[in-house]
Every structure is written in C-alpha cells, then in structure tokens.
C-alpha cells in the first residue's frame, strides 16, 4: 500500500482502517529505532501507548500545541520520547555490538 493510500484511508477512511495505518506506521517506526525487521513482543506496549496517542490525534498532526477555550495541549517533539529510556536499554541489552565503554586515549 502507497502513501497517498495511507493519507486518504486517515482523512477518509473507517475506524478500523484508520487504526490499522496508525499502528502500522508506528510499529515501523519503532522497528527502525531498535534496529529491528519487526517490533519484539517486550516492547508491544509502547506500539500499544504510541498508537493510541497518534490515532487520538488524526487531523493535529505538526502541531506542537493547542488551545481552545481554556483548554490547552502540548504535543512532544517526538511521540517515542517519554519511552526513549526503555528503547535504549531494549538496545543496550539485545545489540551485540552495543558498547557503553568510553573511549579515552592517553599520551605519555
């Protein structure tokens, strides 16, 4: 399925073929930030908690803050930020070739 598919089922398709693009693309986007093909099963409830806040807010997207009638919003940069903790130990502990040693040089 194409982009231009994805934008036209999110501006005018079902609930369910809303959900299922939300979900898809976040599931996506956080596969490429463990480095992985597919989400593991460890971190579902962060595709579950993103998705939910992405789906939430279909037609607000870019927008970095709202408000209408004393009501008020602040989006963050990134949806993946409150959980960029738990990605990193994700990585930390299944990546191979993950090193958390510094390097430091010495001159004699």
């Excluded at 693309?25 to 595709?47: A, G, M």
């Amino acid at each position: 399925m194409s982009i231009i598919d994805d934008v036209k089922k999110l501006l005018n398709g079902t609930l369910d073929e809303k959900l299922k693009i939300v979900e898809k693309r976040t599931k996506e986007r956080l596969s490429s930030l463990v480095k992985l093909d597919n989400v593991p099963e460890q971190l579902d409830y962060i595709s579950y908690e993103v998705t939910l806040k992405r789906f939430n807010r279909i037609g607000q997207e870019g927008m970095t803050s709202y408000t209408q009638e004393g009501l008020s919003m602040v989006f963050p940069d990134s949806d993946f930020s409150e959980y960029q903790q738990e990605i990193d130990d994700f990585i930390k502990n299944n990546d191979p070739n993950y090193s958390n040693r510094t390097s430091a040089a010495r001159f004699f």
